[in-house]
């Protein structure tokens, strides 16, 4: 949760950043003309996060404690 919300309320353009545990969704509040929703994705990615538009590399994902991984799709 803190990773997630860290490494995307820090973008510029990103006014709030909610990662809901039991859900699985994150929703952010945010400024389009200064952020589009590919580079939030790719801030999820860097820190080992697959999204609907962005797969983490294998070295990011593995780089995430254990009980932080979960199930990838292929």
């Given at each position: 949760?803190?990773?997630?919300?860290?490494?995307?309320?820090?973008?510029?353009?990103?006014?709030?950043s909610i990662w809901d545990v039991?859900?699985?969704?994150?929703?952010?509040?945010?400024d389009q003309q200064l952020i589009?929703?590919?580079?939030?994705?790719?801030?999820?990615?860097g820190v080992g996060h697959d999204?609907?538009?962005?797969?983490?590399?294998?070295?990011?994902?593995?780089?995430?404690?254990?009980?932080?991984?979960?199930?990838?799709?292929?």
């Open positions: 949760k803190a990773r997630i919300e860290k490494a995307t309320s820090s973008l510029n353009g990103v006014a709030s039991e859900t699985k969704l994150l929703t952010i509040s945010y589009d929703e590919k580079k939030i994705e790719k801030a999820v990615a999204t609907n538009g962005t797969r983490a590399t294998d070295a990011s994902y593995d780089n995430l404690h254990a009980c932080c991984k979960y199930e990838r799709a292929n």
